[in-house]
Nanobody
Framework: QVQLVESGGGSVQAGGSLRLSCAAS????????MGWFRQAPGKERERVAA??????????YYADSVEGRFTISLDNAKNTLYLQMNILKSEDTAMYYC????????????????????WGQGTQVTVSS
């Protein structure tokens, strides 16, 4: 059973930074997507950032709202996914979820929410202005 455990959420003032971590256990697919989603109260869950990995390398994708401020990265040795969040804004306040897929045929699948089979429990990020 794949397990994803997020950590690193918290409260921060606008303009500050946080780094989220997602430790993955029993997870191993040659072509896969891992990503961060968020859901604010009363809103739909949205994809924030995703990373596609295959034996040839990896590529990252970002929502327009976080492009240039957030960075997704993967430490394969630790089987841990990160989201570095800088210049945080009040609109970044949400529950953040780590998600992972099983095997996918190509990177475009990482943009589809239904590609993600495995989800963490979430970590809260609150940004005060």
């Amino acid at each position: 059973q794949v397990q994803l455990v997020e950590s690193g959420g918290g409260s921060v003032q606008a303009g500050g930074s946080l780094r989220l971590s997602c430790a993955a256990s029993r997870y191993s697919y040659s072509n896969n997507c891992m990503g961060w989603f968020r859901q604010a109260p009363g809103k739909e869950r949205e994809r924030v950032a995703a990373i596609y990995t295959n034996p040839g390398g990896s590529s990252a994708y970002y929502a327009d709202s976080v492009e240039g401020r957030f960075t997704i990265s993967l430490d394969n040795a630790k089987n841990t996914l990160y989201l570095q969040m800088n210049i945080l804004k009040s609109e970044d306040t949400a529950m953040y979820y780590c998600a992972a897929s099983s095997w996918v045929p190509y990177s475009g699948f990482c943009l589809r929410r239904d590609s993600y089979n495995f989800w963490g429990q979430g970590t809260q990020v609150t940004v005060s202005s």
